[in-house]
């Protein structure tokens, strides 16, 4: 709901008027990056931005070929990430010396994930799947019905063990 995941999210309807079913992907970042990334915890690793940066490229062009796939078949598909109504506001709030910033969008990866079963979140509101956190994510709105997978979890953090580690080990505490 626009409560949760921001004032200006879309819904499925709103981006594909027929959209009967959101299929979600996670890309688990390789080991060799998430290690590389536990170097320094001021700034990301040079393998972490690459995966960051070209990871994100790699998925336009996947789901953006899965969607055309789906077109020419005959079945109507939308990528919120890719449609032109996609966007993300940035507010910079003044809180004390530093300032804080808060952003939303149309459209979340990480909550449509969680709609899919793909992970639940954790203390920093990232999400978990069983492969980690580590990664990007995708998801396709497709006007085509296709079988669900089951989720693996009930509530909304299920894979947070509230250890606290996330958060010692971000730059931002």
Known sequence: SKEVIGANYSGPFQWLPKAKSVMALFLPFSEAVRSSNKADRTDP????????IEGQEFISKYT??????????GINACVPALDERFDVRIEKKIKSLKPDFHADSKWS?????YACGLGTFGLSRGMI??????????SII???EFEPTPRKYTG????????????KNCPAK
């Open 156 to 167: 909304i953090d299920d894979y947070c063990i509230k250890c606290g580690v996330c958060a």
């Open 109 to 113: 990866e990480r909550h449509a994930a």
């Open 142 to 144: 497709i006007a085509a």
């Open 64 to 73: 953006g070929a899965i969607m055309k796939m789906l077109e020419d078949e």
């Open 45 to 52: 690793s040079k393998e972490w931005l690459y995966a960051r």
């Open 129 to 138: 799947t069983e492969k980690g956190m580590a990664g990007r994510f995708a």
